[in-house]
C-alpha cells in the first residue's frame, strides 16, 4: 500500500499569511503514461464532510477560491494557503488514487494564531 | 442538486452484522464508481471500498476483506455496504462518496454525503 505522511500534523499561521501543508507518498503517484500526479487534497471543517480542493495535485476543484493552490510531483506535494480567512480554519487531508486502494494522509489541523 | 444520503447506522455489539444504504440522487448514478470512506472518532480519513458502474469490479481495503461487501442496485439509485464480524476498530462514521464522471477504479472523491455514524460496543 502507498502510505501518506502529512507535515506538520497542526500548524497555526495569522490571518492574512500564508499556509504550507506538505505530503509525502511512500512511492511516487505520478503515472507516468500520462504525466499525471494522483493526488487529491481535501478539506474538512468541524461536523461536515470533506470537500476536495485539488486534485490531479495542482487543478483547482470549480469554486474553490484561488487563494488555494497545489504543487509537486512524484512523491512530494505542497498545499498552500496565499492567505489565509476565518473559514479556512479546518483538517485537510492528502489522498492517493494512484492504485485503486487509495489511502489519505493523516490530516494537518489549520488553525488562527 | 447532487446529493448522497446515508442511512442505517447505529449501536452494534461486537461480533454483530449491520448494512448501511446511500441514496443517490441529482445525478446518473449507474455511470459512476462510488465508494465508502470511514472516520474513526478523532482520527483521519480511511477509504474502505470501492465498485465499479456494473457492480462487477469491487475493492476493499485489507482490514474490513472477507467481512464487509460493497454492492449497489442502480434501479434503485442505491450503495450498500454491508458489515459482519463487527469490531471495536470498525467504530466510526461511514462516508458515501462518489468518483468524477469518466473516471476508472482510481480516482478521487467528488461529492460526499454527511455521513451515518456506526458505534461497535457492548
Known amino acids: 500500500d502507498i502510505v501518506m505522511t502529512q507535515s506538520p500534523d497542526s500548524l497555526a499561521v495569522s490571518l492574512g499569511e500564508r499556509a504550507t501543508i506538505n505530503c509525502k507518498s511512500s512511492q511516487s503517484v505520478l503515472y507516468t503514461s500520462n504525466s499525471k500526479n494522483y493526488l487529491a487534497w481535501y478539506q474538512q471543517k468541524p461536523g461536515q464532510p470533506p470537500k476536495v480542493l485539488i486534485y490531479?495535485?495542482?487543478t483547482r476543484e470549480s469554486g474553490v477560491p484561488d487563494r488555494f493552490s497545489g504543487s509537486g510531483s512524484g512523491s512530494d506535494f505542497t498545499l498552500t494557503i496565499s492567505s489565509l480567512q476565518a473559514e479556512d480554519v479546518a483538517v485537510y487531508y492528502c489522498?492517493?488514487?494512484?492504485?485503486?486502494?487509495?489511502?489519505f494522509g493523516q490530516g494537518t489541523k489549520l488553525e488562527i494564531k | 442538486e447532487v446529493q448522497l444520503v446515508e442511512s442505517g447506522g447505529g449501536l452494534v455489539q461486537p461480533g454483530g452484522s449491520l448494512g448501511l444504504s446511500c441514496a443517490a440522487s441529482g445525478f446518473t448514478f449507474s455511470t459512476y464508481w462510488m465508494s465508502w470512506v470511514r472516520q474513526a472518532p478523532g482520527k483521519g480519513l480511511e477509504w474502505v471500498a470501492s465498485?465499479?458502474?456494473?457492480?462487477?469490479?469491487?475493492y476493499y481495503v485489507d482490514s474490513v476483506k472477507g467481512r464487509f461487501t460493497i454492492s449497489r442496485d442502480n434501479s434503485k439509485n442505491s450503495l450498500f455496504l454491508q458489515m459482519i464480524s463487527l469490531r471495536a476498530e470498525d467504530t466510526a462514521v461511514y462516508y458515501c462518496?462518489?468518483?468524477?464522471?469518466?473516471?476508472?477504479?482510481?480516482?478521487?472523491?467528488?461529492?460526499w454525503g454527511k455521513g451515518t455514524t456506526v458505534t461497535v460496543s457492548s
Open positions: 462518496a462518489r468518483a468524477p464522471y469518466g473516471s476508472g477504479s482510481c480516482y478521487y472523491m467528488d461529492v
Open positions: 490531479w495535485a495542482s
Open positions: 465498485i465499479n458502474q456494473d457492480g462487477n469490479e469491487k
Open positions: 489522498q492517493q488514487y494512484l492504485s485503486p486502494l487509495s489511502t
